[in-house]
């Protein structure tokens, strides 16, 4: 089963504008991991935030990360067509190598 | 540097048929992942290895299924015999040890079962 439920499911916004994309999971975590899929392709790492960390950027990401509450956000600046892919989180728990993920948010640009 | 080699990049078979999917992960790296998605079930992990041996095969979903990695550049999945309720994109992943569990997916296999 998913861990991760992300939030909203569908997100369509226009080109310049900031997107936001919330994750919400149920144990304890040593990290949470932001994933993108464009459409029939693989899904490609995107950015990496560990339990004992609050904030990450990387370029035009943002992600925060609220153990208390078990949520993590995911913020794209200025946004570009180029970023219309679906967005997952994933989350790394105790020993385990494995990651599981959440169900997604579909990211819709619009130039 | 390759990425995780994935073959074939589409599948269309009949119920019944065995289906092979092969996975190459990406040059020493010591974990691989097998992954089926599906609009109804999202991305649900079937199997993992470490060092070529199965670690985690609790999403296996049926006898039907079944995954090897002979060696540490290939592996494979197999469905025998096929049903139309597998078809899905299988995606193979791989990782290294000690990278925070970052995991590097290849482009998948879309599989259709008639």
């Known amino acids: 089963s998913q861990q991760g439920e992300e939030d909203p499911q569908a997100l369509s916004i226009q080109e310049g504008e900031n997107a936001t994309m919330n994750c919400s999971y149920k144990t304890s975590i040593n990290n949470l991991q932001w994933y993108r899929q464009n459409s029939g392709r693989g899904l490609v790492h995107l950015i990496l935030?560990?339990?004992?960390?609050r904030e990450k950027h990387s370029g035009r990401l943002r992600v925060t990360l609220d153990t208390s509450k078990k949520s993590s956000s995911l913020l794209i600046t200025a946004s570009r067509a180029a970023d219309t892919a679906s967005y997952f989180c994933a989350t790394s728990s105790g020993s385990a190598r494995q990651l599981t993920f959440g169900s997604g948010t579909q990211l819709t640009v619009l130039p | 540097d390759a990425g995780v080699i994935q073959s074939p990049r589409h599948e269309v078979t009949e119920m019944g048929q065995e289906v092979t999917l092969r996975c190459k992960p990406i040059?020493?790296?010591?974990?691989l992942f097998w992954y089926r998605q599906t609009m109804m079930r999202g991305l649900e992990l079937l199997i993992y290895f470490n060092n070529n041996v199965p670690i985690d095969d609790s999403g296996m979903p049926e006898d039907r299924f079944s995954a090897k990695m002979p060696n540490a550049s290939f592996s494979t999945l197999k469905i025998q015999p096929s049903e139309p309720r597998d078809s899905a994109v299988y995606f193979c992943?791989?990782?290294?040890?000690?990278?925070?569990?970052?995991?590097?997916f290849g482009p998948g296999t879309r599989l259709t079962v008639l």
């Open positions: 935030i560990r339990s004992n960390e």
């Open positions: 992943a791989s990782s290294l040890v000690g990278k925070d569990n970052e995991q590097f």
């Open positions: 040059s020493g790296h010591d974990y």
